[in-house]
């Protein structure tokens, strides 16, 4: 396409700018809700009030946070911190379900021989129960950064500038060849990610890649 050929430069710029306002709340999200997950996982009775709570905040619509950003962070409306605190919040949302589901689903002989080899509280967090979570963890991630991808192009209305710039300005403008570009980018962008999480999944658990020989 001509269009491409012209201003692939500014399509790479933009990538990298979408990948950056996705990828890093992906990955301070997680941080953020492991120990979501995990008071989810140890103490029952609070479950439901942590997964309703930080299940509610993917209901905000993500142009009015994107617009309350700066109200609460006392930043300019421009400024991309707004965006990856707001994506944050977005992953957040989806994993702390997926943290404490993947921790319960670990076998309970499993965490009591762990114990009885004296792996307890966190020791036994970090070398038993967390790797065993992984591929859950992994799945839920894979959708977050899916939905990152997609959320952040809603920020070009607001002026930070992504991917979606050339969705809006190719739809305003009719320049179907610069929307079908930043359609394009957008999944090839999700895609990327997805294949990182699977890699890095298939990294962490390598035990899973062996049972998977002997079958």
Not at 18 to 42: C, D, I, M, Q
Not at 53 to 79: C, H, K, N, W
Not at 128 to 157: D, K, M, Q, T
């Amino acid at each position: 396409m001509t269009w491409l050929a012209d201003n692939w430069r500014t399509v790479l710029d933009l990538a990298g700018a979408h990948l950056y306002l996705a990828g890093v709340p992906l990955l301070v999200g997680l941080v953020v809700s492991l120990p979501l997950g995990w008071v989810a996982k140890r103490w029952p009775r609070s479950s439901p009030a942590v997964i309703t709570s930080t299940g509610l905040l993917y209901t905000i619509p993500s142009l009015a946070l994107f617009v309350i950003m700066p109200l609460l962070l006392g930043t300019q409306i421009l400024d991309p911190v707004n965006v990856l605190v707001a994506m944050t919040i977005y992953t957040v949302a989806l994993l702390t379900r997926t943290v404490a589901d993947g921790l319960t689903a670990v076998p309970d002989h499993v965490e009591q021989a762990a114990t009885a080899m004296g792996y307890k509280g966190l020791r036994r967090l970090v070398g038993v129960e967390l790797p065993l979570a992984v591929p859950v963890i992994a799945a839920g991630l894979r959708v977050a950064a899916v939905s990152n991808v997609s959320i952040v192009s809603v920020a070009s209305v607001v002026g930070v500038s992504q991917l979606g710039d050339l969705l809006v300005d190719g739809y305003n403008r009719v320049i179907w060849a610069e929307l079908t570009t930043g359609i394009l980018a957008c999944v090839l962008l999700a895609l990327v990610l997805d294949l990182a999480i699977q890699a890095g999944s298939r990294a962490l658990t390598p035990w899973v890649r062996a049972q998977g020989g002997r079958s």
